[in-house]
Nanobody
Framework: QVQLVESGGGLVQPGGSLRLSCAAS????????WGWYRQAPGKQRELVAR???????DYADSVKGRFTISRDNAKNTLYLQMNSLRPEDTALYYC?????????????WGQGTLVTVSA
């Protein structure tokens, strides 16, 4: 079992920065994909950034050059550093991990943390 706890959302002005955190516990060693998704009001959930074991970070075109995904292995924590925030970045942000347990693929979602970009 894997549990995720997110933090770091809030209200920020356009051009500002926020850092989201996602602390993982449980069967961490089975995880091979760590990611951040977001869902804006009235829109579908979309991938923001993703770390897949053995590959370079993957970003949505809309956040490239502004957001950085990283992971602290010692703390089992995933981060999303968000700079130059825009009103269109306003959304509920979700942490997501995926992995395998034997022949079974599993996926776990965090509870979501709200990011609001507004003057």
């Amino acid at each position: 079992q894997v549990q995720l706890v997110e933090s770091g959302g809030g209200l920020v002005q356009p051009g500002g920065s926020l850092r989201l955190s996602c602390a993982a516990s449980g069967d961490i060693f089975r995880i091979n994909t760590w990611g951040w998704y977001r869902q804006a009001p009235g829109k579908q959930r979309e991938l923001v950034a993703r770390l897949v074991s053995g590959f370079k970070p993957d970003y949505a075109d809309s956040v490239k050059g502004r957001f950085t995904i990283s992971r602290d292995n010692a703390k089992n924590t995933l981060y999303l550093q968000m700079n130059s925030l825009r009103p269109e970045d306003t959304a509920l942000y979700y942490c997501n991990v995926a992995g395998t347990r034997g022949v079974t693929v599993f996926e776990v979602w965090g509870q979501g943390t709200l990011v609001t970009v507004s003057a």
